[in-house]
């Protein structure tokens, strides 16, 4: 039973247009999420979070949404660039569940066009 | 400087055989997990230590045994490997104090391959 889950497996976009990522998850109790970044044969690397306290969090070229009563995040990365071409995994934890677990989606791979 | 780092990142190894996965963060945390990426891709929690005490053990088999001498290393030990077991193992730390919106470090990996 995936509790995040991040529908298209892969994404391309051209160098400099936006690319949007998109992530649900089922686990209302889910109060913090993040987005990691992961180049082949390396572990992921933090690129943002936020709380669900927020609707927004920005951080130079990465914006993340949430959308508590749908269930929804998405990554905006504007512009898009070749260095970008990645898997971005969402994840998401229960702070309240006393423990500092993250459950993962199955990742999305975005590819920039030059 | 590496934050979380492991070794061996690539092991291959037979069936059967025993082996031992090893992690070290120096960024001061408090809190160190074990994850396992499997051929479907999904990263799954495995084990938690905060301050050498276990706080998750998800279901995992019991071949599988998490040792952390000290808070700076969680080390994985795998007895009697099976071919199931291939799979990549990361390594992270959190702070693990405070507030439990936290944010995991990762490692590189450690490619193990049962034949």
């Known amino acids: 039973d995936q509790q995040v889950k991040q529908n298209s497996p892969s994404l391309s976009v051209q160098e400099g247009r936006i690319s949007i990522l998109n992530c649900d998850y089922t686990?209302?109790?889910?109060?913090?999420f993040l987005w990691y970044k992961k180049y082949p044969a390396e572990g992921p690397t933090f690129l943002i979070s936020?709380?669900?306290?927020?609707d927004k969090n920005e951080d130079g070229r990465f914006t993340v949404f949430l959308n508590k009563s749908a269930k929804h995040l998405s990554l905006h990365i504007v512009p898009s660039q070749p260095g970008d071409s990645a898997v971005y995994f969402c994840?998401?934890?229960?702070?309240?569940?006393?423990?500092?677990?993250?459950?993962f989606g199955k990742g999305t791979k975005l590819s920039v066009i030059p | 400087d590496t934050a979380v780092s492991q070794t061996p990142k690539y092991l291959v190894t037979q069936m059967g055989n025993d082996k031992s996965i090893k992690c070290e963060q120096n960024?001061?945390?408090?809190?160190m997990y074990w994850y396992k990426q499997d051929s479907k891709k999904f990263l799954k929690i495995m084990f938690s230590?905060?301050?050498?005490?276990?706080?998750i053990n998800e279901t995992v088999p019991n071949r599988f045994s998490p040792k952390s001498p000290d808070k700076a290393h969680l080390n994985l030990h795998i007895n009697s490997l099976e071919l199931g077991d291939s799979a990549v193992y990361f390594c992270?730390?959190?702070?693990?104090?405070?507030?439990?919106?936290?944010?995991?470090?990762f490692g590189p990996g450690t490619r193990l391959l049962v034949l």
């Open positions: 936020i709380s669900s306290i927020k």
């Open positions: 992270a730390s959190s702070h693990g104090v405070g507030s439990l919106q936290e944010t995991q470090y």
């Open positions: 960024l001061g945390h408090d809190t």
């Open positions: 230590y905060n301050n050498k005490e276990l706080i």
């Open positions: 686990n209302s109790m889910f109060d913090y």
């Open positions: 994840a998401a934890s229960d702070s309240g569940a006393g423990s500092y677990q993250l459950t």
